[in-house]
């Protein structure tokens, strides 16, 4: 007992002094949100039962976060920061249910905590915050389940799930994977109602998501499709660009998981007796699936680091169950990888006092990922004094990226409605909402943001004159990591956009 109230104590004080550091360093940076951050919050203000990409749930956390906390970057901020919160607790009592040893599950969460996959999870708020969160709370109910048989525990599991599927609708793996453990384990079990009323709740998430898309010519299936290479044009594949995707695949999934904690999941997956011990089968067999579903897909097309990395969420639990056996060294070992990991994630994070002894050769800020959050504060403080200085108050703002125009939604005075022309990009949720053809010959004046190295002509023909144009430099780490053009013009007439049916 007093172990387990220490290492309880313990995880729980961790876990809240990590996520009281990343909302406090979040607070005092000069960071922006991230553009798909910027994205579902702007859904928010267009609540909906689903949208052209996603289910409805981010947009829902953004709702109630933004009407508690206002629409700042803490709010967005905070979703993320809870979530990754929650599912390390989550792991812990998994770890603690499944081994009943409460090292076990402490060393679970930690380690959980400094794995580069889960670390990004827990600072953005994208769809795979809630994502893990989800789908490690219905891997819990479910073993729950699995070892009382109550159909309270199969209920609430299916409950999860539908949370897990309306935040993204890959969380619907869950039903074959348990279907394929039973099938392993207790193949009479696979045909008992506690499962199947599982996935009768489970399915229930579908309707809104089914009715939404009926409604609108089923966009997201469209675009989910061409996403995994079913849907849209067919590009010819050679042997070369399909050992370089998988090559990509299995190196990011593992770099994903923190390249000095792969001699530790090599001693597990060794050590793993998947045909008797079910416990660890259960752990295992999520990963295994999600893994060879994306190196499948790998094999025809890019995948993106994050799509699977949800499935990786156990595998702390195994590692650390055979870490409590193992030797000193391999404990050691561990010690010395979690603090590496983490040491590299805090570089990352203040990168500023090594760039004076040379961190910029080694990370150039064109490559540091985090310049992908730096200078739309400030793009939206420069619209705001054109606006100002120009007069501009009968004016819209545009882009040709759904990014620039959900950033400049979000921190542009007022969070004006923002729109995105087409110009040849493939659709976006900006297309089911009404557009800029709305403002045609009635005075309004237009704010063009584009990343082009000049505005395009059919932008330019589309009004009356252009007032103003000006580069705008995105600076991060001192250096000069984007360039835009803002261009201020005066009556729109009449843009001829792009009609693409590119999902």
């Not at 990590?18 to 951050?37: D, G, Q, W």
């Not at 004159?465 to 430099?473: D, N, P, S």
């Not at 780490?477 to 007439?493: M, P, Q, S, W």
Request: contains cysteine; proline residues 3%; glycine residues 6%.
């Amino acid at each position: 007992m007093k172990n387990y109230t220490f290492h309880r104590t313990l995880t729980l004080c961790t876990l809240a002094l990590v996520a009281i550091f990343k909302l406090v360093y979040f607070s005092f940076s000069n960071h922006s949100i991230f553009t798909e951050e910027a994205q579902y919050w702007l859904w928010s203000k267009h609540l909906d039962w689903n949208y052209y990409s996603k289910p409805l749930m981010i947009a829902v956390y953004n709702f109630i976060s933004t009407t508690i906390f206002g629409d700042t970057d803490f709010a967005i901020k905070f979703n993320a920061v809870l979530f990754s919160f929650l599912s390390a607790w989550v792991v812990f009592e998994l770890a603690l249910t499944i081994y009943k040893k409460t090292n076990i599950a402490f060393w679970s969460a930690m380690m959980l905590t400094v794995m580069p996959f889960f670390h990004l999870g827990s600072i953005f708020h994208t769809t795979d915050s809630s994502l893990y969160f989800f789908w490690i709370l219905s891997l819990y109910l479910i073993w729950k389940a699995l070892e009382s048989d109550r159909l309270k525990w199969w209920i609430l599991a299916g409950i999860a799930t539908v949370f897990g599927i309306l935040s993204k609708n890959i969380m619907v793996l869950t039903l074959p994977i348990l279907g394929l453990y039973l099938l392993l384990t207790d193949k009479k079990r696979f045909f008992t109602k506690g499962p199947w009323l599982y996935v009768l709740v489970s399915c229930l998430s579908l309707l809104p998501i089914l009715i939404w898309n009926f409604q609108n010519d089923f966009v997201t299936f469209k675009h989910v499709g061409t996403l995994g290479g079913v849907e849209g044009e067919k590009k010819s594949l050679t042997l070369i660009q399909s050992l370089k995707y998988m090559g990509e695949y299995l190196g990011g999934q593992l770099g994903f998981l923190s390249p000095f904690f792969i001699p530790i999941l090599w001693m597990s997956f060794k050590k793993a007796k998947l045909r008797t011990d079910s416990r660890t089968l259960f752990l295992i067999l999520p990963t295994l699936v999600v893994w060879a579903l994306f190196f499948v897909m790998a094999i025809f097309k890019n995948v993106n680091v994050n799509w699977p990395a949800f499935g990786m969420l156990t595998l702390p639990i195994v590692m650390a169950h055979y870490l409590d056996a193992a030797s000193e060294k391999w404990k050691k070992y561990t010690l010395v990888s979690g603090i590496l990991t983490g040491s590299l994630l805090l570089i990352l994070l203040f990168p500023a006092p090594f760039d004076a002894i040379g961190f910029k050769k080694i990370l150039k800020p064109s490559k540091d990922p985090l310049n992908r959050l730096a200078g739309y504060r400030e793009m939206g403080a420069r619209v705001d004094f054109l606006k100002d200085s120009l007069e501009l108050e009968d004016s819209f703002v545009y882009s040709d990226s759904y990014h620039l125009s959900s950033e400049m939604a979000f921190y542009v005075q007022g969070n004006p409605q923002t729109f995105n022309i087409n110009l040849g990009r493939r659709k976006n949720q900006f297309d089911l909402w009404p557009g800029i053809d709305q403002f045609e010959n009635k005075g309004l004046g237009g704010i063009y943001i584009t990343r082009e190295k000049e505005i395009q002509n059919v932008v330019e023909m589309g009004f009356d004159q252009k007032v103003l144009e000006e580069k705008f430099y995105t600076i991060y780490r001192g250096d000069t990591v984007k360039t835009y053009i803002i261009a201020v013009f005066e009556n729109l007439n009449h843009i001829q956009e792009v009609q693409t049916n590119s999902y």
